[in-house]
């Protein structure tokens, strides 16, 4: 298994945002993502948890949903920049072209177009027993949405943490602490067997 943690700025990027290294690495431990682990990232964007994912799942497969163009682009060129190949890119606005989808063992959301339910609920369908969904929320209405999601069903358990990443930046004969947005990170496991 490869180490996790690919410094921000070996990603190429755009304007299309793209998760830190820090909640990257977060989000992968917490999804458990094993060798053949079968995972979608919805909302893939730049490609960082695609690739952190895809070098886990070195013979498994990771799915990339993204609707931007530019964030297709940037996905196939990070793919390629770092050598992995079990990343299949699907262009949709989910839950649009998620019906393709196998059964998965991990999804992961990073961003949802205000859609979390209907994705959550097309991820259920898609999801084995015992598989985990992980959702990064930046905004208060998306971990709003999120919690309520799931403590309306019996069939998952979940935990949420909140980071704050903070990183020292010179200023002068000074360090000041930079802040970077704080996340909450959910993750969700499918009761069953």
């Given at each position: 298994?490869?180490?996790?943690?690919?410094?921000?700025?070996?990603?190429?990027?755009g304007?299309v945002p793209?998760?830190?290294?820090?909640i990257?690495?977060?989000?992968?431990?917490?999804?458990?993502?094993?060798?053949?682990?079968?995972?979608?990232?919805?909302?893939?964007?730049?490609?960082?948890?695609?690739?952190?994912?895809?070098?886990q799942?070195?013979?498994?497969m990771?799915?990339?949903?993204?609707?931007?163009?530019?964030?297709?682009?940037?996905?196939?060129?990070?793919?390629?920049?770092?050598g992995v190949?079990?990343?299949?890119?699907?262009?949709?606005?989910?839950?649009?072209?998620?019906?393709?989808?196998?059964?998965?063992?991990?999804?992961?959301?990073?961003?949802?177009?205000?859609?979390?339910?209907?994705?959550?609920?097309?991820?259920?369908?898609?999801?084995?027993?015992?598989?985990?969904?992980?959702?990064?929320c930046?905004?208060?209405?998306?971990?709003?949405?999120?919690?309520?999601?799931?403590?309306?069903?019996?069939?998952?358990?979940?935990?949420?943490?909140?980071?704050?990443?903070?990183?020292?930046?010179?200023?002068?004969?000074?360090?000041?602490?930079?802040?970077?947005?704080?996340?909450?990170?959910v993750?969700?496991?499918?009761?069953?067997?």
């Open positions: 298994m490869i180490s996790l943690g690919i410094p921000d700025d070996e990603f190429i990027r304007k793209m998760t830190k290294q820090e990257r690495i977060l989000t992968i431990v917490k999804a458990g993502i094993g060798p053949d682990s079968v995972v979608c990232d919805v909302g893939a964007g730049t490609g960082s948890i695609s690739i952190e994912a895809a070098r799942a070195e013979n498994g990771v799915y990339a949903i993204e609707r931007k163009p530019e964030g297709i682009e940037l996905i196939k060129k990070n793919a390629e920049k770092f190949k079990n990343i299949r890119i699907i262009e949709a606005y989910a839950p649009d072209g998620m019906e393709e989808l196998p059964e998965l063992d991990v999804a992961i959301i990073g961003g949802s177009g205000s859609n979390l339910p209907v994705i959550l609920d097309t991820i259920h369908q898609k999801l084995v027993p015992g598989g985990k969904i992980v959702i990064n930046i905004t208060v209405q998306t971990i709003a949405q999120c919690l309520e999601y799931m403590r309306n069903r019996e069939d998952y358990r979940y935990e949420a943490i909140q980071v704050q990443v903070n990183q020292l930046e010179q200023v002068g004969a000074y360090d000041m602490a930079k802040a970077n947005n704080p996340i909450y990170i993750t969700c496991v499918k009761e069953g067997k």
